[in-house]
């Protein structure tokens, strides 16, 4: 299977900083990955698929980038509902394999 | 809007059978494009993709969990279910019905994992 690797597994921001969270394919996975938010209790929410398109009502101060290995989640500026954690999500080969999740906290 | 919602015992006993029905509501769980999926997230721990079925009835199952799970669609009800034998205490954790999709992207085809029910927790205990 192939391993998704995220970077890093917490970090702490403030409202309006931009964050960058990464992840990498054990192999290239062209831009087959996902990008989901959970907040505590709840179900993940689909942010990005393809590795950069933006799911419909989504903000649009999140964005990802990247294709083979190296993936980027960004948000632009920070925002209260954005405390959560992220995970990414490689659907390039079954079984599908999420990272192990980024937390981010409130500075 | 689509939405699912998971059923099925809180609680099971250890080496019996973990039983899970998702209804899907919004749409119809028979068109194409879509692949009926189980996801899993064991307590304070990341996400463990378990499996699809296709309405046609292909399936495909985590490798480390294949020899005992089955994904099956049951169409006249728009529901799928998740069947996982011989239960450990490793089996405890919320486990979501997702909606798995296909369609056009930039670069292609690209897949996703668009809907999500809200979770339920089974717990396996004596």
């Known amino acids: 299977a192939i391993q998704m690797t995220q970077s890093p597994s917490s970090l702490s921001a403030s409202i309006g900083d931009r964050v960058t969270i990464t992840c990498r394919a054990s192999?290239?996975?062209?831009?087959?990955l996902g990008w989901y938010q959970q907040k505590p209790g709840k179900a993940p929410k689909l942010l990005i698929y393809g590795a950069s398109n933006l799911q419909s009502g989504v903000p649009s101060r999140f964005s990802g980038s990247g294709s083979g290995t190296d993936f980027t989640l960004t948000i632009s500026s920070l925002q209260p509902e954005d405390f959560a954690t992220y995970y990414c999500l490689q659907d390039y080969n079954y079984p599908w394999t999420f990272g192990q999740g980024t937390k981010v906290e409130f500075k | 809007q689509v939405q699912l919602q998971e059923s099925g015992p809180g609680l099971v006993k250890p080496s019996q059978t973990l039983s899970l029905t998702c209804t899907v509501s919004?749409?119809?769980?028979?068109?194409?494009?879509?692949?009926w999926t189980w996801i899993r997230q064991h307590p304070g721990k990341g996400l463990e993709w378990i499996g699809y079925s296709y309405y046609r009835g292909s399936t495909y199952y985590n490798p480390s969990l294949q020899s005992r799970v089955t994904i099956s669609v049951d169409t006249s009800e728009n529901q799928f279910s998740l069947n996982l034998t011989s239960v450990s205490a490793a089996d405890t954790a919320v486990y979501y019905c997702?909606?798995?999709?296909?369609?056009?992207?930039?670069?292609?085809?690209?897949?996703?994992?668009?809907?999500w029910g809200q979770g339920t927790l089974v717990t396996v205990t004596p």
């Open positions: 192999q290239g996975i062209r831009n087959e």
């Open positions: 997702v909606r798995g999709s296909v369609g056009t992207c930039s670069g292609g085809t690209c897949s996703s994992l668009d809907f």
């Open positions: 919004g749409g119809s769980i028979s068109s194409g494009g879509y692949y």
